[in-house]
């Protein structure tokens, strides 16, 4: 039940971002233009680094897992050649990533930043749908937190 209601809370949470362009309006946007296209542009980037920060914490604990028990029982070869492989991919997408890391941060600007916040500003339409998403997604999850409290 607490995934139940931590998706609640994550649903909550992005009801918020979607509410927020209706709430501050079009005059408000435009003043932060700038600093919401940089901002925009940089999720994805944060959410990638995120993702490999827990790939990493996990690694570095597997590995300390691996070892601890290698210290006691002993590893058999492959075991440690699964490892070495994983370590290996992990650190090649890492590498692909950190040297298109600027071309990805540019697209991003270009292809999704800069349309979306232009719509936002200048298309009360939008605005409009973004709210009722908001909405949606906050009773989506009240519902959910709700059936976590009723059934733990």
């Known amino acids: 039940m607490k995934w139940v209601n931590l998706f609640g809370l994550i649903l909550q ?12 309006g079009k ?8 600093g919401l296209k940089r901002l925009v542009s940089a999720i994805p980037m944060i959410v990638i680094m995120l993702i490999i920060l827990v790939y990493t914490a996990a690694t570095a604990g597997y590995g300390i897992y691996k070892g601890m028990k290698g210290a006691s029982e002993g590893l058999e070869e492959g075991e440690m050649v699964n490892y070495f492989i994983t370590m290996g991919m992990a650190f090649t997408v890492y590498f692909i990533f950190i040297f298109l890391s600027k071309r990805i941060q540019f697209w991003l600007a270009k292809r999704v930043a800069d349309p ?17 998403i908001g909405a ?14 009723l059934f733990s």
């Not at 992005?14 to 509410?19: E, H, N």
Request: zero cysteines; a negative charge.
């Open 136 to 149: 949606v997604l906050f009773t989506l999850g009240f519902l959910l937190q709700l059936v976590s409290i």
């Open 116 to 132: 979306l916040i232009d719509r936002l500003i200048n298309q009360g339409e939008t605005r409009k749908q973004a709210l009722i």
């Open 27 to 34: 005059s408000t946007l435009e003043r932060f233009e700038i």
């Open 13 to 24: 949470f992005a009801a918020f971002w979607f509410a927020a362009p209706e709430l501050l």
